[in-house]
Structure formats: C-alpha cells, structure tokens
C-alpha cells in the first residue's frame, strides 16, 4: 500500500455519520440499501472511549456497514444521554454539509428501491465526466433520515 501526500495518508478506512437515531438510520442502510453490518458496539458508557471524543458523559455506539468485499465502511454514531444540536439539513452547495458516494449496478433499480421506502432524489439522473478524465457515469442524489447525501454512482462504459 503506497503512502500519499505529507501527512502519509495510506488510506481512508470508513466515513461516519453521525446519526439522531441510529436504529432508523441502520434501517435505511440496511434494510432499504442492502449494506451489511460488520461491527455493533452495542451501548458504551466507558469514560476513557468517551474522552477520546471529547464527549463526557452520555453513551456512543458505533455501527459500521459494508457493501461487502470493497473495504470501504459506513460508521454510524450516535451518542445518547448527553445535549445535542440537530445540525440544519442544509443545501448540497452550503458548507459543513457532506455527502457519501455508493456505487451501484444498475441506477434505476436502485432509485426504484428507494422510491419504496419514500426517498425521492433531489433531480433526475444526469451523465457526468464524459471527456474530463473523471471516469463516465450516471448519478442521483437523495437525502438519508438524518438529512445526509447520499450520491448514487453507476459506471457506465
């Protein structure tokens, strides 16, 4: 595994979300994406975990998720039993907000998936990256429960 950048980053091993609730949030995964949890920390109140993240008090679990054999992992985090601020759901252009890009096999069918739940995309699938060296593919957005984006990427060519 090559070392990048000055830092010696040598890769990027999940992306959290920080969830209201993270049994609706596995639901949406889980249920409605497909993903399959790797590790459930279950409730920790352990003071020492919770220094780590500067948040005395309370309870944190933690959550990962995978599509299976890519590597990449999905963090959900919740800490309860401490004050908390629902960040404003924002607009994808406003900065402070983020988004997770998942690949998929086939864009409609996973749009379909979602339109079964209730999750509409912010617009209709558009082609980007022809001839930019960004590699071909059609994308949709949609928002998760917690008001994350959520970009689907299927490859095309």
């Not at 830092?7 to 959290?16: D, K, S």
């Not at 399959?36 to 933690?62: H, Y």
């Amino acid at each position: 595994m090559g070392v990048t950048g000055m830092m010696g980053v040598t890769g990027i091993p999940n992306v959290g979300l920080h969830v209201d609730d993270v049994e609706r949030s596995l639901a949406f995964y889980r249920e409605v994406v497909g993903l399959e949890t790797v590790v459930d920390s279950g409730w920790i109140d352990d003071p020492a975990m919770l220094a780590n993240t500067a948040t005395p008090g309370g309870a944190i679990r933690i959550v990962n998720l995978t599509s299976g054999g890519t590597g990449a992992t999905i963090t959900l985090v919740q800490v309860r039993d401490v004050e908390r601020r629902t960040a404003p759901g924002g607009e994808f252009h406003d900065p402070g907000t983020m988004h997770l890009a998942m690949s998929v096999v086939d864009l409609d069918a996973a749009l379909a998936r979602l339109a079964e739940a209730g999750v509409t995309p912010l617009a209709e699938p558009g082609e980007v990256g022809a001839g930019n060296g960004a590699g071909h593919a059609r994308i949709a957005f949609v928002r998760d429960p917690d008001g994350f984006f959520v970009e689907l990427v299927q490859p095309l060519g």
